[in-house]
């Protein structure tokens, strides 16, 4: 039996997406660069643009036993959120107006969000993540 993990967007609009991301370890174990949100992907803009990478406005997570750490996709993955263990927490970035772009970090930036956990391993492993984004073309 797999490692059960489920991403629902939430909500998108021309502007912003809201992502949930759930795991729950059963036998698999971690997850390495695993790709959450596939930025071109998104919906287009009014003018036909496709997205090219988020502004991570809000972060709200749950950890149990695990870190995760929310990565960037470039030629090498660049650590934007590191998550740690045991905890619950939220972030608001929105006051100046997110983090920078997601394809803005590393070279050959793609945009896109990836995760990498380290050390689930055990029933009741978990992480719960939700991530408000701001779109950029």
């Not at 991570?56 to 650590?79: G, Q, R």
């Not at 006051?95 to 009741?124: C, E, H, M, Q, R």
């Amino acid at each position: 039996m797999a490692d059960i993990t489920t991403t629902t967007k939430v909500s998108e609009n021309s502007r912003e997406v809201v992502f949930a991301f759930q795991y729950q370890y059963v036998d698999g174990g971690d997850e390495s660069a695993v790709s959450k949100i596939d930025v071109s992907a998104l919906t287009k803009d009014a003018n036909g643009n496709t997205c090219t990478g988020v502004r991570i406005a809000e972060c709200w997570w749950v950890i149990k036993a695990m870190t995760v750490e929310v990565l960037a996709d470039a030629d090498v993955d660049v650590i934007v959120m590191h998550l740690d263990e045991g905890q619950s927490g939220y972030q608001d970035f929105s006051k100046f107006g997110g983090l920078p772009t997601t394809s803005s970090y590393g070279a050959n930036g793609t945009g896109d969000v990836k995760f990498t956990t380290t050390g689930a391993g055990a029933a009741g492993d978990a992480y719960q993540i939700i991530i408000r984004g701001i779109k950029q073309y």
